[in-house]
């Protein structure tokens, strides 16, 4: 199944077309202010770089929250227009998991993807391989480091995401050799990790026999009602 996967949720958008665990094409847009304008034609281009006509899509994948609300927004508008056109099922992923899917370490390594929530805080959430261990909610990166350093004591934990570049020094001090962060070269994504996760949730979906419920008109922006309010 061909399938497109964007990610609008940072400063740095991802847009791309897969295939059977290949990446076909994708694309990043760097500036977070220009994704209204650019991700359309971002797709367009991958598409025909790929050699894909809209029509081949089968599904659309595309983060829905947490992260910022008017990058969200342009994210899942235009995965609704060609999911809506086309006729084809949309996948909302959240933005945590998709982040711990990109890093694609092994299922026994702690990741900790995290984004900037502005006040001084951040959304967050724990994985070992496929499994929450911590949910994902917004919350200072002091309560999240003390929980860490209560239920993890003296393991390593990969962080990810762009709220570990803006509290690095904070986490540095507060975990000590209990964080490790990604590499800046692996910290943009990997579009081949976030399609998979999308199918997998898509065979999920199958199997239990409600796929038809993953549409363009149900999917919605997670960005207030999930977590703003979570401490």
Not at 24 to 49: C, F, G, N
Not at 57 to 86: D, E, M, Q, W
Not at 186 to 202: D, F, M, Q, V
Request: aromatic share 6%; net charge negative.
């Amino acid at each position: 199944m061909k399938l497109l996967v964007m990610d609008t949720s940072c400063k740095t958008a991802m847009a791309a077309v897969c295939e059977d665990g290949s990446v076909l094409a994708s694309i990043q847009i760097q500036d977070q202010r220009t994704h209204s304008v650019k991700l359309l034609p971002a797709v367009e281009y991958i598409l025909a770089a790929a050699g894909v006509s809209p029509s081949e899509l089968g599904l659309v994948a595309v983060t829905n929250g947490p992260g910022s609300y008017t990058g969200l927004r342009i994210g899942v508008t235009t995965a609704k227009a060609f999911a809506y056109s086309l006729e084809i099922p949309l996948i909302g992923l959240n933005t945590l998991e998709a982040l711990a899917a990109a890093c694609a370490v092994g299922e026994e390594q702690l990741v900790c993807p995290m984004i900037d929530a502005r006040n001084a805080r951040v959304y967050a959430a724990l994985y070992r391989g496929s499994a929450e261990l911590l949910p994902c909610r917004a919350l200072s990166c002091e309560t999240l480091c003390e929980t860490l350093r209560t239920e993890y004591a003296g393991k390593r934990i990969l962080f990810t995401g762009d709220g570990t570049a803006a509290n690095g020094a904070l986490l540095t001090d507060l975990l000590g050799e209990m964080y490790r962060p990604l590499p800046s070269e692996l910290s943009a994504g990997n579009p081949a990790a976030i399609a998979l996760l999308a199918r997998e949730k898509y065979a999920a979906a199958e199997a239990a026999g409600v796929i038809g419920e993953y549409t363009a008109e149900r999917l919605k922006v997670e960005y207030y009602k999930n977590y703003t309010d979570s401490i």
